[in-house]
């Protein structure tokens, strides 16, 4: 174990023997097979560049997480505002009164974005991982990809955690002594306290003088100015050994420097060869790729189309230098990445869907009580014509039997006694049925 | 969340250790747990005019959700300051530091410029009623004490 004498180490030498071996444990994630990734937290990811001042949170002061927006159009991270509302329910900003439920929804699509565009370095980078990627992606960096991500030892009856590409090697955990300051360490640990710990890390240089980091001793030798090294013609035939600082001289001496420069031309044709050949090869397997698609094959005019089919840069001709292991791991990534957002935008469809039905259910009710209204006016409305009629009818019938010839107009009195009949029915009918316009 | 605090505490100090608005200065802040500023009264204020105060800031785990502790220190050089809610022990009365009118929006920085500007406004040079009792009997951490903002007029 090392000393508890950091800052870091102080704070958790007491805490369990899994967790004292490395100083970085605030960014270690907590394994538990495949949930590493929502383990992960993203407060304290490391940016790369600068981050707009509008998208970081008032209260944490780093780009928002998860973030959501109030009534009165402030944004923060879902867990700060949580946490400051618990203690006082107002917006921070504007000390509002704030409903946590009712006056807060997700921020909009295009806070989401930009802050899933913001390139982070992986939290790894304190074991070795140097790779920036954009946020929405470091996530399954680090639990499925990142050599450097800590997962649990295969050793059936050992519960330690180890690197991931050290996975292969078996159980790495146990003492060893280190070779420059005898203290003892893991073995799983070994490298890193060598790296960045050992008392007698750095070492000088016997034959240049300069210091470098001991067990890093093969890099330093490819490149210290005094170590010998086999003359640059070496391959058409030089067998002189000088230091690396005199090796320019020497060229200008050396008795292969005519063959050389021929010889060096046909080496840099090879190797273009050699990036032809790995084109070509690439090249035909697309066009099998579209064959078998049944993709009509494109004008040799048009190369647009292939162009299209391009991986992204770093990924087909940098294969060594390309972030992921595979292409396949690569487009994996990416699937998973469109799939966080697939689900975002379904989550996101589902609560417009939500709010419309609601706002149909509100509108329909409203609609639906005047049509209750309408329709019981039209009863009344209905009964009034009929009884009209009736009574049109009936007075039809009267003047038929009285009067059969219509030829003189009728008796005043005959037609006064009908007139208050019929207003006092309609009394009686309108005192039943109110009309409700 | 509880490591909430010292994270934001370290984005703060990187800022203000380039930064801070004039008659403010960073003495120290060797942990994430205390720091010290100083202040002064820009202003020709005859009641502060020359004088440099010390604050003290106490910062617990779950800052900047809780606010922080923060109170005048006396030294020889770094007198408490003379205001009607300031009293003699350093104790701060200003409802930005309670747990009511605190947000955690606010920061140190912040903070700092609003006790200079509550001396800024100030003309009376005296201290709260009942200073005397107060700072004798007085056994309570700042937080403890449950002040009364009747007098909104300093
Ligand atoms: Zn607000
Ligand atoms: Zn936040
Ligand atoms: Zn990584
Ligand atoms: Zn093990
Ligand atoms: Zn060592
Ligand atoms: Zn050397
Ligand atoms: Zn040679």
């Known amino acids: ?325 595979s292409r396949d791991q690569y487009f994996l990534s990416l699937f998973e990445a469109m799939e966080s957002k697939v689900e975002r935008l379904s989550s996101a469809l589902n609560e417009v869907e939500g709010r419309h039905s609601m706002m149909l259910f509100n509108e329909s009710s409203q609609i639906k009580d005047q049509l209750t209204e309408i329709r019981s006016t039209m009863g009344v409305l209905g009964m009034h014509v009929r009884w009209l009629m009736n009574f049109r009818l009936q007075e039809r019938g009267r003047a038929g039997t009285s009067a059969p010839a219509m030829s003189g107009p009728l008796s005043n009195n005959h037609e006064n006694i009908i007139d208050d009949n019929i207003s006092r029915r309609m009394i009686v009918n309108l005192r039943e049925h109110p009309p409700r316009l | 969340m509880a490591n909430l605090g010292p994270r934001r505490l370290t984005k703060e100090l990187a800022k203000i250790s380039n930064s801070l608005p004039p008659g403010i200065t960073l003495v120290s802040a060797d942990n994430l747990e205390e720091w010290f500023l100083d202040i002064q009264v820009l202003d020709q204020n005859p009641i502060y005019a020359g004088e440099t105060y010390r604050l003290k800031f106490k910062f617990s785990t779950s800052y900047p959700i809780e606010p922080p502790e923060v109170t005048f220190v006396k030294l020889d050089t770094r007198p408490i300051p003379m205001h009607p809610h300031i009293y003699s022990n350093g104790i701060i009365c200003l409802d930005l530091l309670g747990s009511q009118g605190w947000s955690p929006v606010q920061n140190v920085e912040s903070v700092c410029m609003s006790i200079q500007s509550m001396l800024t406004g100030n003309t009376k040079n005296e201290r709260p009623p009942g200073d005397e009792e107060f700072v004798r009997g007085n056994r309570l951490r700042p937080r403890d004490i449950d002040f009364y903002y009747h007098d909104n007029t300093v």
């Open chain 1, 1 to 325: 174990m090392p000393p508890p004498n950091t800052p870091e180490e102080g704070l958790v030498a007491t805490t369990t023997n899994a967790a004292t071996n490395t100083a970085t444990l605030a960014l270690r994630p907590l394994m538990g097979g495949d949930s590493a990734a929502a383990a992960l937290d993203l407060r304290a990811l490391e940016y790369e560049d600068s981050v707009d001042e509008n998208l970081i949170c008032p209260i944490c002061r780093v780009p928002f997480v998860t973030p959501v927006i109030t009534n009165c159009d402030h944004v923060f991270c879902h867990k700060c505002i949580v946490q400051a509302h618990a203690l006082n329910p107002v917006c921070p900003v504007d000390r509002l009164p704030l409903k946590l439920v009712s006056e807060t929804r997700p921020a909009p699509k295009i806070i989401h974005n930009q802050l899933d565009n913001l390139s982070v370095r992986c939290p790894n980078n304190s074991r070795g991982c140097t790779l920036i990627v954009s946020r929405s992606l470091v996530e399954n960096h680090v639990a499925r990809y990142c050599e450097k991500t800590l997962v649990p030892c295969p050793h059936p009856s050992c519960n330690k955690l180890v690197i991931r590409r050290d996975i292969g090697k078996g159980c790495l955990h146990y003492d060893v002594e280190c070779e420059y300051c005898e203290q003892v360490t893991q073995k799983a640990d070994l490298e890193e306290h060598q790296d960045t710990e050992c008392p007698n890390r750095k070492t000088e240089c016997e034959l240049c003088g300069t210091e470098y980091v001991r067990h890093k001793w093969e890099e330093h030798s490819r490149e210290c100015p005094e170590a010998e090294t086999s003359c640059k013609f070496a391959l058409f035939g030089c067998e002189q050994h000088v230091k690396r600082r005199r090796l320019e001289e020497h060229a200008l001496r050396c008795a292969y420097r005519v063959v050389g420069p021929v010889g060096e031309q046909l080496a840099e044709l090879r190797a273009e060869l050699n990036t032809l050949q790995e084109r070509d090869r690439l090249k035909d397997r697309r066009i099998k790729f579209l064959e078998n698609r049944g993709f009509p094959l494109p004008t040799p005019t048009s190369s647009e189309p292939i162009s299209d089919m391009n991986l992204p840069e770093g990924s087909s001709t940098h294969e060594d230098t390309a972030p992921y292991e």
